[in-house]
T-cell receptor
């Protein structure tokens, strides 16, 4: 079985400050990992994904994430946030193809002007 | 040029009614999904179809019945609606043979009164 934990339900951060959204997963086999963003009243949009290769993954809108197998983590980071980054962020994991993906409970990023 | 489109975007209905949500994707994907997002933003898969064949059917009441007339469409029919069915329902699609991400529709906000 696989699972995803997003420890922070809300993360407030001032504009232009750096941010890290935490994601830990558990799985007994190799995994693929994703970060999605959901803007208010919108569907989910892929930010970035880790399938294999380099553990540092760069995504859209200046976000990046690092896959750490020993710590079973896939934290999302951005060096300087904008107001427009205010949204809900979901970490997701699958070990058996996308049809078996499991989502975390989401982290609401609130950027304060 | 919407990749995954759902209709309607909003649906308000009374308890006991039967309603349908339609989903279409023009990405040429072979797998489609229905997800339910509750008031706490928790996202849970309900169904998955691959080439019109049901491959995932999570613990969902029998009142929910998906129908896939072709691999570009996956509709969700709900009988005898209950207050607890109020949620945002997302349709998504992906390619099963490639472990790529799913593309999501904008969601249908269902409110049962």
């Amino acid at each position: 079985a696989q699972s995803v934990t997003q420890l922070d339900s809300q993360v407030p951060v001032f504009e232009e400050a750096p941010v890290e959204l935490r994601c830990n997963y558990s799985s007994s086999v190799s995994v693929y990992l994703f970060w999605y963003v959901q803007y208010p009243n919108q569907g989910l949009q892929l930010l970035l994904k880790y399938l294999s290769g380099s553990t540092l993954v760069k995504g859209i809108n200046g976000f990046e994430a690092e896959f750490n197998k020993s710590q079973t983590s896939f934290h999302l980071r951005k060096p300087s946030v904008h107001i427009s980054d205010t949204a809900e962020y979901f970490c997701a994991v699958t070990s058996g193809g996308y049809q078996k993906v499991t989502f975390g409970t989401g982290t609401k990023l609130q950027v304060i002007p | 040029d919407t990749a995954v489109s759902q209709t309607p975007k909003y649906l308000v209905t009374q308890m006991g009614n039967d309603k349908s949500i339609k989903c279409e994707q023009n990405l040429g994907h072979d797998t489609m999904y229905w997800y339910k997002q509750d008031s706490k933003k928790f996202l849970k898969i309900m169904f998955s179809y691959n080439n019109k064949e049901l491959i995932i059917n999570e613990t969902v009441p029998n009142r929910f019945s998906p129908k896939s007339p072709d691999k570009a469409h996956l509709n969700l029919h709900i009988n005898s609606l209950e207050l607890g069915d109020s949620a945002v329902y997302f349709c998504a699609s992906s390619n099963r043979d490639r472990n790529t991400e799913a593309f999501f529709g904008q969601g249908t906000r269902l409110t049962v009164v």
